[in-house]
């Protein structure tokens, strides 16, 4: 019976151990498909706070990226304004995350001329609870502090593209640890038609 106990607790107390940050992105343990994104909080483009309940309450295909700094990011997300119409025809909403702070998040959706909506996770929580941050190369410090409104100055996650259900379940994921390489739109397209 103590046994049980002990064992009942250790796996409580795991369970409810903070989110870590990988050393590399090679290291990251991403949630994988058929779990369930994590409930959290993220900034709109005004700054507001949002729950993810409240974001997450239909398809969605959501983006994960370094940054509007981040050429690649930028080529992804303007990749995915591209299609919007087919993705938002399929019954999903588009949502991209990345550390930036709102007022960056407002810069990018003008500069990339972007119709779907940004939010914010400059402390890293959200993106720390999917499994997908690393810390920083020391060159990246100033900047991603610049980027964060100086609330990150350590860590980077690693591009991911999520697509989740109604029940904020995961059923597709495309992740590489090396950030330029990026799921193009047109597979993503075929990827939701065979949902």
Not at 50 to 60: A, C, H, L, P, R
Request: hydrophobic content about 40%; some cysteine.
């Amino acid at each position: 019976m103590k046994k049980n106990v002990f064992l009942f607790l250790l796996l409580s107390f795991i369970t409810y151990l903070p989110a870590q940050i990988a050393d590399k992105p090679e290291n990251i343990a991403p949630l994988l498909i058929g779990e369930k994104i994590p409930n959290s909080t993220l900034q709109d483009v005004q700054g507001k706070t949002k729950n993810t309940n409240e974001i997450f309450v239909q398809k969605t295909v959501l983006i994960v990226y370094r940054g509007g700094w981040c050429p690649y990011c930028n080529a992804q997300l303007a990749d995915m304004q591209e299609i919007e119409k087919d993705i938002l025809s399929l019954g999903y909403q588009i949502i991209a995350v990345s550390p930036d702070a709102p007022s960056f998040l407002k810069e990018t959706i003008e500069k990339d001329h972007l119709g779907y909506q940004l939010y914010a996770d400059s402390n890293g929580v959200f993106s720390k609870a999917l499994g997908i941050a690393f810390a920083a190369p020391e060159k990246y410090s100033k900047m991603l502090g610049k980027y964060s409104d100086n609330k990150n100055t350590n860590w980077l996650p690693v591009p991911t593209v999520y697509v989740l259900n109604e029940n904020q379940e995961i059923e597709f994921l495309y992740i590489n640890p090396d950030y330029s390489k990026r799921l193009s739109g047109r597979v993503l397209l075929n990827v939701l038609k065979s949902l």
